[in-house]
């Protein structure tokens, strides 16, 4: 185990952090509108000058329908009619019958219903945005025994690079020298650094531990696995759902008929001497303002607001009624391990003495020795150590050993925190049967292990495990009693741990050692399978497999920017619960 000293690394900004008026400009439109519109309403009510109040509908109409009218005249110039051409002339021909407050109103919802649209393809671009944040943008280009910092797209392959303690490896590669261990969660979302050396793969916008590399790269900056991630979140977010796509193809004749009926109501009543010119424009103005799309627009999403609120106060935050939608018809879950299923914490569940030694002095020594690291292992050990009420002594002249583990002097001794492997390639004492046999029975059950020894002699071994959520059997047998036909376990981490825990949760399929593309393959399989598909997911990693399922779902405490971004809805506590609940209101 190599203590890491984590830096803060550069992350994607949250959208917490904006200023309140930037997350809220896409409702500037409608708010600016409406509000202009409320008040020519109450002017004229209220028995104000007609100018007065004809300027505040004046001022609602331009704000309001400035994007409609550029949108309609381009589609015009196409030969084409759509929504927003037939809304502004039922706007216009409601004015024009003296119901202007009345097509102030279409143009209002119509203008909410744009902002709801832009607003939903700003949080695509964020999430592709905050993708492209993760992997650096230079790199320490090592050619003709020269060292210098170039831009990560003037790398080829073939080229070193050296990457840092702490720093972000700056493109796909393989390790040509040194050792070190990485936290490549972002990518793969295995639940602890991955011990890397000679011919290892690497990945773009991975964190370096504490021990220095050269990578030789294997992939441009534009083919890297997280550039790859970008655009597969991209094209998912482009897709439009079957709804949309039924309604444009609607619109296609729908609106064509309107104004065609519309053109005969006003001029053949009149040339037939059934109806005088300005009673037969009354009627097409009427025919045109009752036929615009609102009313059909609105009646569903009333339904859907109330359903979207109702799950909100429930800790489901769900982004839109076509997600809402898409709910009631899944018929298998996909789920990510880390942080999904499991905490995302490894906590200690084997604290072994060999003989000699006792729990108490193993944690002292090892507590001691991991004072100051941030390694998720050495949080976990130093929480076990506080929770038996034990308060190691600060360690000294600590030694990193690149890889393999750390090394300090505690009270005159010298103490060794590492893997297994590590005793076997020299470091400290040489490993012996108990020893071997203690780590082999631990990795069996899926744990991580950490061996400590003092001066020549083994202390004891701890199991690490990332754990379970106490919820998720509860949850998954909630999940069938709905309909739902299966649950799958999707991770890039080992197959044996993810065994393990599948096994223990109850899950019906477990695929594991998965790259961000595998998942989105194992998705579309499931997806041939049982149809509609939901995937739960908190990682950068799973960010193109949540845009690419029917539904994608995001652990909101936890989970990252990307992942929130991509996702159709959010666990805002993390409560696996909720999932049918979701499903079930929905419905």
């Known amino acids: 185990m190599t203590s890491i000293a984590s830096p803060i690394a550069a992350t994607p900004a949250s959208s917490h952090s904006q200023p309140l008026l930037a997350r809220f400009s896409w409702l500037a439109v409608p708010a600016l509108s409406g509000a202009a519109l409320a008040v020519g309403f109450a002017l004229e009510t209220s028995g104000a000058p007609a100018w007065a109040w004809l300027i505040a509908y004046a001022i609602c109409f331009v704000v309001a329908g400035a994007h409609p009218v550029l949108e309609g005249l381009g589609q015009l110039l196409k030969l084409r009619l759509d929504i927003d051409f037939l809304m502004i002339v039922a706007a216009l021909g409601a004015a024009a019958i003296g119901e202007v407050a009345e097509g102030g109103l279409l143009l209002v919802l119509f203008a909410i219903g744009h902002a709801l649209e832009d607003h939903a393809m700003g949080s695509a671009r964020s999430a592709i945005k905050a993708l492209g944040q993760i992997a650096p943008r230079t790199a320490h280009l090592r050619r003709d025994g020269i060292e210098r910092e170039v831009p990560v797209e003037e790398l080829r392959i073939g080229d070193l690079v050296t990457v840092r303690p702490a720093e972000r490896v700056p493109a796909d590669g393989a390790v040509s020298q040194g050792t070190s261990e990485i936290d490549q969660s972002p990518i793969t979302g295995e639940s602890v650094p991955v011990p890397k050396s000679l011919g290892d793969p690497v990945f773009a916008g991975s964190l370096n531990g504490d021990g220095g ?24 977010e482009a897709q439009k759902a079957p709804t949309q796509r039924t309604a444009e193809k609607f619109t296609r004749v729908y609106v064509p008929c309107v104004v065609v009926a519309t053109i005969l109501v006003a001029v053949v009543p009149p040339q037939l001497g059934w109806l005088s010119g300005s009673e037969a424009f009354l009627r097409a103005m009427t025919l045109l303002v009752g036929a615009s799309p609102c009313a059909l627009g609105l009646s569903t999403p009333a339904a859907m607001l109330a359903a979207i609120a109702r799950g909100a106060r429930q ?10 939608e898409r709910l009631a018809d899944v018929h298998a879950v996909a789920m990510d391990k880390t942080g999904t299923i499991t905490t995302g914490r490894p906590t200690v569940l084997d604290v072994i003495a060999l003989p000699g030694s006792s729990e108490q002095e193993l944690l002292e020594l090892t507590a001691a020795v991991e004072t100051l690291s941030t390694h998720p292992i050495a949080n976990a050990i130093r929480a076990e150590a506080a929770k038996r009420g034990i308060r190691p002594n600060a360690a000294v002249e600590a030694t990193q050993k690149k890889g393999k583990g750390i090394a300090a002097n505690v009270d005159g001794k010298r103490v060794i925190v590492a893997s297994p492997r590590s005793f076997e390639e020299g470091e400290g004492p040489r490993a012996n049967t108990q020893m071997r046999e203690e780590a082999a029975r631990l990795e069996a059950l899926g744990r991580t292990v950490v061996v400590v020894t003092c001066d020549d002699r083994f202390v004891g071994l701890f199991g690490v495990q990332d754990r379970p959520r106490k919820e998720a059997k509860e949850a998954f047998a909630a999940l069938r009693a709905t309909g739902v036909k299966a649950v799958a376990m999707l991770t890039g981490d080992n197959r044996k741990v993810a065994e393990l825990i599948g096994r223990e949760v109850g899950v019906d399929e477990i695929e594991a050692e998965l790259l961000p593309e595998a998942k989105i393959a194992s998705v579309k399989a499931l997806q041939k399978r049982y149809g509609v598909v939901a995937m739960i997911g908190d990682g950068v990693n799973d960010a193109p497999a949540l845009a690419s399922a029917d539904v994608g779902i995001a652990m909101g405490a936890g989970g990252t920017d990307v992942a929130l971004e991509a996702a159709d809805a959010a666990l805002m506590n993390d409560d696996l619960r909720k999932l049918p609940f979701a499903i079930g209101l929905s419905r």
């Open 315 to 324: 800790g489901v935050l769900i982004k839109g009624g076509a997600s809402l």
């Open 213 to 236: 590399l050269i990578i030789e790269v294997r992939k441009l900056a534009s083919e890297s696995t997280m550039a790859r991630m970008a655009r597969l979140v991209a094209e998912a």
